[in-house]
């Protein structure tokens, strides 16, 4: 494929394109791998690799892949976010890294009415994101629990579907939480519940980067999230939302009490959530790719 088409570039995205592809010999191309993770099999051989078949296929993976990256002629990383950016050079020193936030179609999360923030009655909490244990979202269920411990009357909203979802429906109905707490699976209009929504919480226990979060922010809600360690380039603390940086459901009930409760405060972080959404707008983000590719070009 690749000898009769004859690129200039090729971009892989995560491990198994990235193996693949890589696997081939084509250094005639200029070769860039998008790390919109932090590709565990290029994690660099420690003490306790040796304990680990995971972490000995891992390594080997790594062995291969730095040599198939020198026989291409290098690989320029992509990274989404300042954690990706600081691994990528930690674990490959010789090649260049560039950080480039992934970028959302914000035209599509902007409310009509852009004055339209108020505070719900009650608390409407939205969480978008497929139903696997990484996304964590029985703290979710917790911080609902915790909620009505406090007398506040609230809705939690679940965008997603997945392998864990049935195990949080039964965490649901054990806590008696069926009035409180609704599911809605994959659905389209993702943003049409974001306008209807107080604020958004995310209970990812690692998060690349958070693409969601700027939806969210979009479409002008706080976000109270937990610390996933790429999401850390997007929350400006007290301005756009919260970060939190323990699995405790008090601390993060604190936190969408206290926005609810101040109504002055809540405006002001809306409208912040939107300004900082704009420096992810997609058109800015595709000149920045086409550019890094237009200098890629240049430099054969």
């Not at 009650?122 to 029985?138: A, C, E, H, L």
């Not at 939107?274 to 000149?287: C, F, L």
């Amino acid at each position: 494929i690749m000898d009769s088409f004859k690129p200039d570039i090729i971009h892989s995205h995560l491990f198994l394109p990235e193996i693949i592809s890589r696997s081939c010999f084509y250094p005639q191309a200029k070769w860039f791998s998008h790390m919109h993770d932090n590709m565990k099999q290029l994690k660099r051989f420690t003490l306790q690799t040796l304990f680990s078949k995971e972490l000995i296929s891992n390594y080997f993976e790594r062995l291969y892949m730095m040599n198939r990256y020198r026989l291409n002629g290098g690989t320029h990383f992509i990274a989404i976010s300042k954690d990706a950016y600081d691994f990528s050079k930690e674990v490959a020193p010789e090649f260049d890294v560039t950080l480039l936030h992934n970028a959302v179609n914000l035209e599509k999360f902007k409310p009509v009415d852009l004055d339209r923030k108020k505070l719900n009655e009650k608390i409407r909490i939205v969480n978008v994101g497929s139903f696997q244990t990484k996304k964590n979202q029985p703290l979710l269920v917790l911080i609902g629990e915790e909620l009505l411990k406090r007398g506040v009357d609230f809705e939690i909203h679940f965008l997603g579907d997945g392998s864990t979802k049935a195990g949080v429906e039964e965490m649901v109905n054990h806590k008696k939480l069926e009035g409180h707490v609704h599911f809605h699976g994959m659905i389209e209009n993702v943003e049409e519940y974001f306008w209807e929504a107080d604020v958004y919480v995310h209970t990812a226990t690692y998060e690349p980067f958070g693409l969601v979060l700027i939806e969210a922010m979009a479409a002008g809600l706080p976000v109270v999230s937990l610390d996933g360690k790429g999401n850390r380039d997007l929350i400006e603390e007290g301005k756009n939302g919260y970060m939190i940086y323990e699995q405790t459901p008090s601390l993060f009930a604190d936190k969408i009490i206290a926005l609810a409760q101040n109504k002055e405060k809540y405006n002001q972080m809306a409208a912040y959530a939107q300004q900082t959404a704009q420096a992810y707008e997609i058109g800015e983000y595709v000149d920045s790719l086409l550019e890094l590719f237009r200098k890629a070009i240049d430099s054969k």
